[in-house]
């Protein structure tokens, strides 16, 4: 089954040099509940994206794949 992906952390978090952990720590957040955010098992709420947005100085819309 071809699992639908809505978000793109983990290519952001590469192209910032940044890991799960890191991130994990700045949102005070488990590096397991991160790692399910950048594998799309599971999405993080509208403000935890707006959140990790501001954590990585990028935009909300970065962090989205496009369904175009």
């Known amino acids: 089954m071809n699992k639908k992906k809505w978000n793109r952390l983990k290519l952001v978090l590469v192209e910032n040099d940044k890991s799960n952990k890191w991130l994990a720590e700045k949102l005070q957040k488990s590096e397991t509940?991160?790692?399910n955010w950048c594998t799309n098992s599971?999405?993080?709420s509208?403000?935890?994206l707006i959140q990790i947005a501001n954590v990585?100085?990028?935009e909300v819309g970065t962090l989205l794949i496009s369904n175009e």
């Open 46 to 48: 509208v403000p935890t």
């Open 42 to 44: 599971r999405q993080p």
């Open 33 to 35: 509940t991160v790692s």
């Open 56 to 58: 990585l100085g990028v």
